[in-house]
């Protein structure tokens, strides 16, 4: 079932980029799956329907009967869905530009993996489709399970030659307690990398596929720090998502990803290593994720460290002057997706350095602001030696007690303690607003650092 609809997304998105270069990707996807009971067993229906932008000018009689029978060749006619059902979307949405329905005999692989792993699809579509709003609905033994993937910050990634991508860049990690109402950043800022031509192996060549193959890296850092200079921050994955030259999600694993770790070099990248996550968790993430090993150190002086994730894209690019029809296109991205392993392993060489080249690139930032963050604890350091000497060592009672009651402390020891804590409060919270950020209207925790300023 996954990829019948897989084909019917790559048909949208490719219609879209022939009728219009520069096509707006904006609108909404319904896809509604429901079981029907028969004589001889359950069968699982599912009907995809598209309005807005995204499918103007699309014409139902595009999908000749050959077209449908190559996108769908294990599927069997399906009911019309409940008009209810279409009239909620359309309402949201205007007129229907596609409908199509199609029914899998056997519904036993109507399980939650298979549900969790179509959710997961669909996000990883979503993240690169960023305009189009998807309504995944369930409707299983009279029971109905929805989901909506709606993206609150998008940006836009241009492409030489190609419409530009619009990136779901949204995150939603929590800032700490310490952050005041509007000064924290909720999304991230992709950065594309330059466009590496992939040469074509023989054997893929030898099943009909030519022309020009490129693949477009993009990179995405999120939570974004860069309002917090001083703020410690840790890198706990990178996941890496491959989309074919329609945009949609490639689906499975790779070996060839799964074993890239050995060959980036991490104390290059400043790393301590890399490590493939188990395949259950590549299934359901919709891409390769590598965890990042983490030195068993704890910085005492950075307990609220914000973990970050690196999302590395991936979007393999081709053109063919001699394939112009739908149906010769969708059956070329087939062929790319199909010997896509071959292709990563005959530019392996290639690949490899390019990838290398984006993630050093990417993390440079936070590898200078580790190096400078170590230059400010070393003075901090200095500032609370200091600073208990001339308490300890001054003869003055009356000067002593006045520190002593400033710091509401009852004596040197305690005095050591929140100094330490009041400095970490202001270095590590020093704010510099940065007018490429996102503002976020965040609640004003009662715990500011205004007080803590008042007191040093």
């Known amino acids: 079932m996954l990829r019948e609809i897989r084909q019917v997304l790559r ?18 996807l319904l896809v509604l799956l429901w079981t029907e009971a028969r004589a001889s067993g359950q069968s699982l229906n599912c009907t995809v329907a598209a309005a807005g932008p995204w499918c103007t000018g699309i014409k139902m009689k595009a999908l000749q009967p050959d077209l449908k029978e190559n996108m769908f060749p294990c599927t069997w006619p399906c009911p019309e869905p409940d008009p209810e059902e279409l009239c909620a979307f359309t309402d949201l949405y205007g007129s229907l530009r596609l409908l199509l329905s199609f029914q899998m005999k056997d519904a036993q692989l109507f399980n939650p993996e298979w549900t969790d792993h179509m959710e997961s699809f669909l996000h990883t579509f979503s993240l690169a489709n960023a305009g189009i709003k998807i309504h995944l609905k369930f409707i299983f033994n009279q029971k109905t399970l929805q989901q ?8 836009k990634v241009a492409q030489a030659g190609d419409p530009s991508l ?23 800022h992709p ?17 009909g596929l030519y022309g020009e193959l490129s693949v477009q890296p993009v990179t995405l850092l999120r939570p974004c720090v860069l309002q917090y200079p001083n703020l ?24 060839f990803l799964q074993n890239l770790p050995a060959q980036l070099g991490c104390p290059e990248l400043s790393q301590r290593g890399l490590h493939c996550s ?11 994720v590598y965890k990042v090993e983490q030195e068993m150190l704890e910085e005492e002086s950075s307990p609220s460290t914000i973990q970050q994730s690196l999302l590395l894209f991936l979007f393999l690019q081709h053109s063919d002057p001699f394939t112009s029809h739908i149906s010769d296109v969708m059956a070329t991205e087939a062929l790319i997706e199909q010997h896509l392993e071959d292709i990563l392993s005959n530019n392996r060489q290639a690949v490899t350095t390019a990838l290398q080249t984006e993630l050093k690139n990417t993390l440079k930032a936070q590898n200078r602001r580790k190096k ?8 901090v350091d200095v500032i609370l030696s200091s600073s208990i000497s001339i308490v300890s060592c001054s ?53 500011s650092d205004e007080p803590t300023r008042t007191e040093i």
């Not at 879209?16 to 609108?27: D, S």
């Not at 921050?233 to 329609?246: D, E, G």
């Open 11 to 28: 048909l949208v998105l490719l219609l879209g980029k022939q009728r219009q270069r520069r096509c707006e990707r904006a609108g909404g």
């Open 148 to 155: 909506e993937f709606r993206v609150k910050i998008k940006s």
């Open 166 to 188: 619009s990136l779901d860049v949204t995150c939603n990690t929590q800032p700490p307690e310490c952050v005041k109402k509007g000064c924290w950043c909720q999304g991230g």
């Open 191 to 207: 950065v594309p990398g330059g466009r590496l031509p992939l040469s074509i192996p023989p054997q893929a060549m030898d099943q």
């Open 232 to 255: 410690a921050t840790q890198l706990t994955h990178i996941q890496v998502l491959v989309y074919s030259p329609s945009n949609v999600p490639v689906t499975g694993p790779s070996a």
């Open 278 to 288: 188990s395949f259950k968790d590549l299934v359901l993430s919709g891409g390769t």
């Open 372 to 379: 400078d963050q170590e230059k400010l604890r070393s003075a």
């Open 395 to 447: 003869s003055n009672m009356d000067f002593r007690q006045a520190c002593l009651n400033s710091m509401k402390v009852h004596d040197t020891h305690e005095l050591s303690a929140s100094l330490c804590e009041s400095l970490r409060r202001v270095t590590s919270w020093k704010f510099t607003p940065r007018g490429r950020c996102y503002s976020a209207q965040m609640e004003e925790h009662p715990e």
